[in-house]
């Protein structure tokens, strides 16, 4: 098999799901090692796994390396180009699903050993702090625009225009793990922040079919929120930057 974008943006997103929902169980999970290491972790955790995720993509042919439909869709609004959603998005959403199905072979031991159902689930998806549906969607909308003009922002900044900073381009996916570690910090609290459709829905699917122990529901009626927030986040976020700079 070749180098491709759809191979890049599956690997991709498969490594980003593995090392994001990860650190989750590893610190939510009974008798692991992280053990209640608590919030700071897991941010920094989903930080580094974007990074991770990026330089993996890139490697397996996707030099765009999105990893996320939002960022996909963010591009396409802002570049009025759709070409790559066909191609794009199918890949990340089974990246993602793989890369849950991993987490739950890497934890295999401790969801027996986990009682309570809301962990194991928070091992694979999203859940809001309070539940209010507007209010959740409106967070995971606010930071999908921050994602999606921070990543732009930093690839403006990397421009070869030494006024605009001039970047490095081998350095962005640090400084992206590191806006994602900063919405992680300060606007997650909430919701978790998916920030990412396929974030949130392959490792749901995952949770609704793997044999997990005592699992308890999927909370499907919750799961349109960190789909939908992300999705019309990133096109508020594209049509944003395209009216200002394009």
């Not at 996320?68 to 790559?84: C, E, H, K, M, W």
């Not at 739950?104 to 694979?124: I, M, N, R, V």
Request: overall charge neutral; aromatic content about 12%.
């Amino acid at each position: 098999m070749q180098p491709s974008p759809f191979l890049g943006e599956l690997i991709g997103t498969m490594v980003l799901i593995l090392l994001g929902n990860g650190v989750v169980a590893n610190v939510v999970l009974k008798q692991t090692k992280g053990e209640n290491a608590g919030w700071i972790v897991i941010t920094a955790g989903w930080g580094f796994a974007v990074m991770i995720g990026v330089f993996t993509a890139n490697a397996f042919g996707s030099a765009a390396a999105h990893l996320n439909p939002a960022v996909t869709i963010g591009f396409a609004f802002l570049r009025q180009d759709y070409s790559l959603l066909a191609s794009y998005i199918p890949a990340q959403l089974i990246g993602a699903f793989l890369g849950a199905v991993l987490v739950w072979l890497q934890y295999l031991p401790h969801w027996k050993a986990t009682e309570d159902q809301g962990s194991k689930l928070a091992c694979f998806a999203t859940g809001p702090a309070i539940r209010s549906s507007g209010a959740n969607f409106l967070s995971e909308f606010i930071a999908t625009v921050i994602l999606i003009v921070g990543i732009v922002a930093i690839g403006y900044a990397g421009t070869s225009d030494p006024e605009k900073g001039g970047i490095p381009s081998g350095f962005a996916p640090y400084l992206v793990g590191m806006l994602v570690w900063s919405i992680g910090l300060s606007l997650g609290g909430t919701t978790g922040y998916a920030i990412n459709p396929v974030r949130d829905l392959g490792p749901r699917i995952a949770h609704a079919i793997l044999p997990i122990p005592n699992k308890g529901s999927s909370d499907w009626s919750y799961g349109w929120v960190p789909v939908a927030g992300p999705v019309f986040g990133a096109i508020a976020g594209g049509l944003i930057l395209r009216f200002f700079y394009f």
